[in-house]
């Protein structure tokens, strides 16, 4: 399960940094972000086809995807996605499926969700799991940081002993 965390703490992460020391392996997650944020396709571990078949070196990749890429095959590491924008936010959460990352509540004031996408996600929030990226971006941009009036599919209440990180 990926832990989320809306934080209003200072960015310390400098995410290119932290990514130039990353290796880049072929995993599900890294090809879903790569399809997703930049319509391209893994290629090695220091470059990627990008969507016109041209082959670029992973370095020249936008600050979101690299984010993206760090929260998916670091995750022991809390990854701040301050940096990152809507797009890059909804695919981490709907395609990394273990790890931590931050966000500024900022996050709240815009949907994460984009209609028509795959909503499947399995996040922790607050002392919640969610299972649907739309009832996720619901309860973000609704509630938080109050809690939720109901349950319902695809949002369950997390034990105890499924909050520690």
Known sequence: ?????????????????EFEKLYVEDTPAVRRILERLEQGKYCSNYCFLNRFGGKVPLSRLCSGTQAALLTALRSNMEVNLIECGYDA???????????????????CHCSIYRFGEDTSCDVALEGYRFTDLSKLDEYITEYWPNPLPYLCDGIEELELHDLSL
Do not use: K, Y
């Open 1 to 17: 399960m990926l832990h989320l965390r809306i934080a209003n703490e200072p960015c310390t992460m400098d995410i290119q940094e």
């Open 89 to 107: 936010i909804g695919c981490i959460l709907s395609c990394v499926t273990e790890g931590r990352v931050v966000v500024h509540p900022e996050i």
